[in-house]
């Protein structure tokens, strides 16, 4: 996955502790520090808390792009 598309975190909701990339390049911020790959999380373009993609085949590549809040 590529950094391109990956939001700032001064656009981050306050309760955003991490931010990670899912399998189909949707970037999602996420209420835990240690959220996994079937938390539900909170879309960085929508602006809700949906559930995300959770095929077990992108899970290596979410846990490459996690990123806690600095």
Known sequence: MSD???????????RAKAVA?????VWFWYASKN???????FDSDCDLWVARDSGHDHVEKWRETLERRP
């Open 21 to 25: 990339c899912d399998g189909d390049g």
């Open 4 to 14: 391109l598309n990956k939001p700032d975190w001064k656009y981050a909701p306050p």
């Open 35 to 41: 959220p996994t790959p079937t938390d539900v999380g």
